[in-house]
């Protein structure tokens, strides 16, 4: 049970909140198809995951894993793509926390724009992860359940007043064209999966490794696809097409926003926007504190200069690879388009789960 709530508090998060809207933009209505696809590439990395973590149950997850199998070169390719990814879909997070602060400030009057907002969040995380903040795990799991318990309840009520019309969410697969978006489409979404095998990097501190692994990885995915596909073909059944896109002709960021303004009116919107600013800014949280942890673990290994493992004396967190990967962060969000933000972060991500499945 503790293996499916952790790998689950992972991986909710921007592939809900941000993510559909430029997906639909890609596929039109058959977007959550793209989602089961991406599961199906998921499957086999995390199969190999947990089969990895049970027979070498440490921390440090994939790149030890690498690093233990093909040698110091390829450890060192698999810790940079994961550093990347890690860091790419913290930023990620952070372009959605900017889009859904954008909404309620509408409300609260004030005037920053969102690289403003994002590039501020990014400080200020930064200062806590410096500070070495222990509860951030035990601050996202309330945080995460109640993003759940929002969409899932959204969608009850979409279906119960009768709003949703499914028929909107069908996919388009005529073509061999129609098929190759669905294709990109799928490994576009594939970062919203990123978080189902981190739980393997903890795999020393669980008993009976050997059972619980695979078992609460491949329930956690099972019930994440479910979750993924049933939520954003009711956001194609309720929501409007030309809702999908802003007065530029641009696909929207905050489609949970959108969700909830159809469904329940303004009020149950800023609700939302609310809950998606807390899970945005707890996923950027739990992002740069993962990133950072491998450039300090190849430090370590002798892999990157010994510089990266230095150790605050009074936080006692490694700070020169925090502030790295937060300057790495900052470049990120002021120089990569949002679409190409998701496609960095889910390539690393396909390239790990490649390694993995060498590695068995």
Same mark, same amino acid.
């Given at each position: 049970? !503790?293996?499916?709530?952790?790998?689950?508090? #992972?991986?909710?998060?921007s592939g809900l909140f941000v993510l559909p809207s430029l997906a639909y933009a890609m596929v039109g209505g058959g977007v959550w198809l793209a989602y089961v696809l991406a599961a199906l590439v998921v499957f086999p990395g995390a199969i190999s995951q947990s089969e990895l973590a049970s027979a070498m149950p440490t921390s440090g997850g994939s790149f030890v894993f690498i690093e233990r199998t093909f040698g110091p070169l390829f450890g060192t390719m698999a810790g940079l793509g994961l550093w990347a990814s890690f860091l790419l879909k913290a930023a990620f997070a952070l372009i959605g926390f900017s889009a859904y602060l954008m909404f309620v400030q509408e409300y609260l009057g004030t005037g920053i724009t969102g690289i403003q907002a994002a590039l501020s969040m990014l400080v200020l995380i930064t200062i806590i992860n410096f500070l070495g903040m222990k509860r951030i795990k035990s601050v996202q799991t309330p945080i995460v359940t109640l993003s759940i318990l929002m969409l899932v309840g959204l969608t009850v009520w979409a279906i119960a007043s009768g709003e949703a019309d499914y028929s909107k969410a069908r996919p388009v697969l005529g073509t061999t064209s129609d098929w190759t978006k669905m294709g990109e489409a799928a490994a576009f979404v594939l970062v919203s999966y990123a978080g189902v095998a981190k739980v393997a990097a903890i795999g020393g501190e669980i008993k009976d490794p050997g059972k619980n692994l695979p078992g609460g990885i491949m329930t956690s995915l099972a019930i994440g696809t479910v979750l993924y596909a049933a939520l954003v073909a009711t956001m194609v059944a309720v929501i409007p097409h030309e809702a999908f896109f802003d007065s530029h002709g641009h696909a929207i960021?905050?489609?949970?926003? @959108?969700? #909830?303004?159809?469904?329940?009116?303004?009020?149950? @919107?800023?609700?939302? #926007?609310?809950? #998606?600013?807390?899970?945005?800014? !707890?996923m950027s949280l739990a992002g740069i504190l993962a990133a950072s942890r491998y450039l300090f673990a190849m430090s370590r290994d002798n892999l990157l200069p010994d510089l990266l493992e230095d150790v605050h004396p009074r936080f006692e967190t490694p700070h020169i690879a925090i502030a790295i990967t937060a300057l790495g962060m900052a470049i990120a969000l002021l120089t990569i388009d949002v679409h190409q933000v998701a496609k960095y972060a889910s390539g690393f991500q396909i390239m790990v789960y490649i390694l993995m499945c060498l590695s068995v």
């Open positions: 049970f !503790s293996v499916v709530i952790i790998s689950l508090s #992972a991986m909710i998060g960021e905050d489609p949970v926003r @959108a969700f #909830a303004e159809v469904v329940g009116g303004s009020n149950v @919107a800023i609700f939302a #926007a609310v809950v #998606a600013i807390l899970t945005m800014t !707890s």
